[in-house]
């Protein structure tokens, strides 16, 4: 009799260990599920183009490596050497992971911004135009934009400006059988896609 209740003591003991286990996991993952989602909040990397500039940086900000670390020490930083006729320049990448978020470009003097180019959707756009918009989402059919077509880097593609933005350019892309360096047809241009977003400072 005694050996029976020694068996269903620990036969309960076992049973009621597991269950105080099982709970304290449940709770303290519960309670790393809210830590997480409080962190997440809390990060927030959304950086805003507007005709004043994008993010931190605007029309006085230099261009400058070590500052541009600083403003973006969410995102990866480097300077690399492009290169135009032959002949090099320096220009600072922003980046997260592989994807390439904005590309800034220096003046002749190398001291300040010329322009950036805006890559990604991770830049979120004032005017509420994305990449991958349609020409058709941008403009009214039969308005008179200011565009005109790429050279060099840009070649094939269309550059206009952005409604209500003197500052800030549009480059689409798209497919045409016409001839390279001009601009296509308002007919062709309604399907073209919103490539990539030029800023620069007034």
Known sequence: MHKQHGLLFSWLFTKLSIILIATTLLTACGSDDGKLKKVAATEDKTIVLSAGGIGPINATTSFNMHQMTLAFSDFNV???LNYRSG???????ISEGVK????IIPDGSQQNIFSIIVEDNLIVNSLGHH??????EV???GQNEECQAGSDDLLGK???YAPK????LYVFNGKWDGELGKVPTADILQGWGLESIIWRPK
Do not use: H, Q, W
Not at 131 to 136: I, K, M
């Open 78 to 80: 480097v300077e690399e």
């Open 158 to 160: 269309v550059i206009c």
């Open 100 to 103: 390439t978020v904005m590309t």
């Open 165 to 168: 933005a003197p500052n800030i």
């Open 87 to 93: 002949s090099p320049f320096p220009v600072i990448r």
């Open 131 to 136: 990449l991958g918009s349609n020409y058709s």
């Open 139 to 141: 403009y009214t059919y």
